[in-house]
C-alpha cells in the first residue's frame, strides 16, 4: 500500500495539477493508495506522524511517499516514526529539489512515479539532528543540508519573495535560487565565532559568512557547497565560508555551481559525526530550507543509515 502525502501547492501551485495526473496511473492500474493533501505548513509532519503512529501499524511494511519539494520531505521525515516499519518514498514537485538532484533521481514527476513504482530496490540513508534553543531546545531532523548564515538568509527570503512564483511559472525555478542569493550578499551580516568538530577539535573563525551541514552534495537549488558528501557514509560534510569579502562571496557562491569553490581561499571542508557552532551574534539558521529563526548556538549531528528509501 502506498500513501502519498501531497502538497498540492508546491513549484507554485501546480502540486495538484501534478499529482491528479499521476492519480490516474495508480486508478487505471488499480494500485492500492491513500492520498493525503496538505493543507498548511507542518501538515505533512501531522500526517506522517498519524500514518506511523501506533493505532495505524499494520504487520508489513508501509511505503509514505512525499509528493512536492525538498520541504515538503522535509516535513515527512520530520512526522515519521522511524520505530515502525515504514519505507520512505519521494517524487519531486518543487523548484530546488536538491534532495533528487543528489539521489540522482528523475526530477520528471511522471519518470519518477514510474520509478518509484517499478523498483524493488532500497537504500538506507543517513539523515541529521539540528538542536537549538528556541523558548525551549528544539531539534529538527534534515535529509539535505541545514545552515547557519548566509545560506539560511537566501531561504527565509524565498519562502518569502513573490518572484518565486513568477520564476517558476517561467519554468526558471533554479535562476531564483542565483537571483536572490546574489541580492542577498549586498545585506549578508558576518560574526566571529567558533566550530567544535566531534567534540574534540577546536577551530576559532572569524567573520563567519556561513556553515552548511550535508547529507546531500547540493543546496539552493543546485549549489554543490558539498562535493564529497554521501548519504550513506554516516558523516555529515560540512562548509565552512568565513574571513571574505561581499564580493569574494560572490565569487565563490559561482563557483559552487560546479564545487570548485573547495580550492578557494575563505572555504574549509570538514567531515565530521557531529559539530557544534557558537557565533558571538544570532545568526539564521535553517534545515533543508526551513527556517530554525536566529541562534547563536546550534548543533548538528548525523544518524547513520536509518531511513529506509525506495529508490
Known amino acids: 500500500m502506498y500513501y502519498f ?20 496511473r495508480l486508478e487505471k492500474e488499480k494500485i492500492p493508495y491513500e492520498a493525503y493533501l496538505t493543507e498548511h505548513t507542518g501538515h505533512a509532519t501531522e500526517l506522517a506522524a498519524e500514518l506511523t503512529s501506533p493505532r495505524h501499524q499494520d504487520p508489513s511494511s508501509k511505503t509514505i511517499v512525499a509528493l512536492g519539494g525538498d520541504g515538503t ?28 538532484r543528489g539521489m540522482r533521481l528523475s526530477r520528471n514527476p511522471e519518470k519518477a512515479m514510474n520509478q518509484l513504482l517499478k523498483s524493488e530496490n532500497c537504500r538506507y540513508l543517513d539523515y541529521g539532528i539540528l538542536s537549538y534553543m528556541s523558548d525551549h531546545p528544539a531539534h529538527r531532523r534534515f535529509i539535505v543540508s541545514s545552515g547557519i548564515g548566509y545560506d539560511a538568509d537566501v531561504c527565509q527570503n524565498l519562502f518569502t519573495t513573490k518572484l518565486k ?23 549578508c551580516k558576518s560574526t566571529n565565532g567558533y566550530l567544535l568538530l566531534d567534540g574534540v577539535k577546536k577551530i ?33 560534510e560540512l562548509c565552512v565560508v568565513s574571513g ?6 560572490t565569487l ?3 563557483a559552487s555551481l560546479a564545487g570548485r569553490h ?4 575563505g572555504v574549509r571542508t570538514y567531515a565530521c559525526r557531529e559539530a557544534a557552532i557558537h557565533t558571538e551574534e544570532p ?11 536566529g541562534q547563536t548556538d546550534i548543533s548538528v549531528r548525523c544518524v547513520e543509515k536509518k531511513i529506509r528509501f525506495l529508490c
Request: aromatic share 8%.
Open 5 to 24: 502525502i501531497v502538497n498540492p501547492n508546491a513549484r507554485s501551485g501546480r502540486g495538484l495539477s501534478i499529482w491528479n495526473k499521476l492519480k490516474e
Open 73 to 100: 520531505l522535509n516535513e515527512v521525515l520530520n512526522g515519521i516514526s522511524l520505530s515502525s516499519p515504514v519505507t520512505l518514498g519521494y517524487i519531486p514537485s518543487g523548484s530546488g529539489n536538491d534532495f533528487s
Open 165 to 187: 512564483k513568477a520564476f517558476n511559472q517561467l519554468h526558471m525555478g533554479k535562476l531564483i535560487y542565483l537571483f536572490i542569493g546574489i541580492k542577498r550578499i549586498v545585506l
Open 204 to 236: 576559532n573563525l572569524k567573520k563567519i559568512r556561513f556553515i552548511s551541514s550535508h547529507i546531500q552534495k547540493f543546496e539552493g537549488g543546485g549549489f554543490r557547497f558539498a562535493p564529497k558528501a554521501d548519504p550513506c557514509d554516516g558523516y555529515l
Open 244 to 249: 571574505v569579502s561581499r564580493l569574494r562571496l
Open 252 to 254: 565563490l557562491l559561482l
Open 262 to 265: 573547495v580550492c578557494c581561499n
Open 283 to 293: 545568526l539564521l539558521v535553517h534545515a533543508d530550507g526551513e527556517s530554525c529563526h
